[in-house]
């Protein structure tokens, strides 16, 4: 399968532990997106990289987040201290470089589902 | 920010169609309207994207109006398995790359 891979698909932990997602786009998708989704809420935006370079951060990402795409290929989402309130599922989306921004035709992961305790 | 406003809900039969209507007062020109379904613990799946007039896919049509102020989403002869939550996006032509998702719509097709 050469879509959006997300790993893990489901994590729970203790409040305060630190978890880490990682996210693989398509293979020659160029920009990748990470978005947060609660139950009964569409997705919202978290950060966006092109290629290596982290272009865009919402206002939603505290400081415990912390997203990552080293080689501009896979990208990790790291979550310090978790609390309660980071339960969501995480989303990764990816889009080619033929694809303008505005377009919005974005392919997303499975999304990876945290459960803090 | 070209903020999107849906229905919460609608009930459809099998067989029928369904038309969901999006308000976007403060679309930018350069924006293009985007479709997005979504079923529960999954990701949201591409369906059709659209500038102006009408735009058919092998799943959906779209209807932009002249003003562009509004597009309908139109899904002929549901299933039970399109129900769904479908969400409206506009681009940003300010800050391109966020892509903002509403609250969506919840499809749920009876038998």
């Known amino acids: 399968d050469t879509g959006v891979s997300q790993d893990p698909r489901h994590k729970i932990t203790k409040r305060g532990q630190n978890v880490t997602f990682r996210c693989d786009p398509i293979?020659?998708?160029?920009?990748l997106y990470w978005y947060r989704q609660t139950l009964g809420q569409g997705p919202e935006f978290l950060t966006y990289?092109?290629?290596?370079?982290?272009?865009?951060k919402s206002r939603l990402l505290s400081d415990r987040f912390s997203a990552e795409r080293p080689k501009g290929s896979f990208s990790t989402l790291e979550i310090q201290r978790t609390e309660q309130g980071d339960s969501a599922m995480y989303l990764c989306?990816?889009?080619?470089?033929?694809?303008?921004?505005?377009?919005?035709?974005?392919?997303f992961g499975e999304g990876s589902r945290l459960t803090v305790l | 920010l070209a903020k999107t406003t849906q229905p919460i809900s609608m009930d459809s039969y099998e067989g029928q169609e369904v038309n969901i209507t999006c308000s976007h007062n403060?679309?930018?020109?350069?924006?293009?309207i985007t479709w997005y379904q979504q079923f529960p613990s999954q990701g949201p799946r591409f369906i059709i994207q659209?500038?102006?007039t009408k735009v058919t896919n092998e799943v959906a049509s779209l209807f932009i109006p002249a003003d562009r102020k509004s597009s309908t989403l139109s899904l002929p002869r549901v299933s039970l398995s399109d129900t769904a939550v479908y969400y409206c996006?506009?681009?940003?032509?300010?800050?391109?790359?966020?892509?903002?998702f509403g609250s969506g719509t919840q499809l749920t097709v009876l038998p």
């Open positions: 989306a990816s889009t080619s470089p033929g694809v303008t921004a505005n377009t919005g035709e974005l392919f």
């Open positions: 293979s020659e998708h160029n920009r």
């Open positions: 990289f092109q290629n290596e370079a982290q272009l865009e």
């Open positions: 403060n679309i930018a020109t350069n924006d293009y």
């Open positions: 659209g500038y102006k």
């Open positions: 996006l506009v681009g940003l032509s300010g800050s391109a790359r966020q892509l903002t």
